[in-house]
């Protein structure tokens, strides 16, 4: 998928130093990937408002093409809209973190178990092998790097179901949880990253209730957990 995950250059989350491309004929697909990358990230902190002018100037755009992009953010839940106001970059909050968590939980663990049933072994093999090329070099990778290789990761699992409506979601919780994730990262390490290879060795022996079990406990969080994340997340966005 084309989108903020290629497009993130270093391991810690911050502001791109390098100005955003001015160029004729920006479309609104490429004003929605920047400014995509930009509410993932949180470039503009949480809360605050998106300065439509300032937008329309960086990207040298009308405000007609970056007003349908925004709007598409809206509809992913990267922003929101207030009547009269404006738009706004979506707050970093305990609850909305801890239930995209259990939402993924439950898609990726229903995914499985019909992973179970469904899934070519040829495609459960290049998933494992993609997970051994990742884990070769993940002394060296940068954080951002890692996160976005699991993400991948884990859209390719579910993918494994053939249900193209998991992958479609998980896809949307990724962008909204990728900067939690992002944090924790630099702050645990790799510690969950083993647990990949064991639910895909669950999924070739065709053992349905250890894939979900195995799914379930990879992902769920506690919310002492998010909640430590979190804060460091607003530290780290309030002290940059």
Known sequence: MAGYSSLIRDSKPRVRETSAPKRAGLTVNDLYEHLKEMAVLYTIRPGERVNELELAERFDVSRTPLREALNRLVAENLLTFVPNRGFFVRELHRQDIFDLFELRRSIEASAVQLAVE?????????????????????????????????????????????NNEMVRTMYGINARIHFVRWIDLEQRGHDAFAEHLDILDAIEARDAKRCRELTET?????????????DAGVVRLFSR
Not at 140 to 150: F, G, K, T
Not at 218 to 230: D, G, L
């Open 118 to 162: 469904r899934a070519d072994v040829k495609d459960v093999r290049a998933l494992r092998k993609f997970w051994k090329d990742t884990m070769k070099h993940k002394a060296q990778a940068p954080a951002a790097q890692l996160v976005a290789r699991d993400e991948e990761f884990h859209v390719r699992l579910v993918a494994l179901s053939g």
């Open 218 to 230: 990879h992902i769920t969080w506690r919310m002492e957990e998010i909640a430590k994340v979190v």
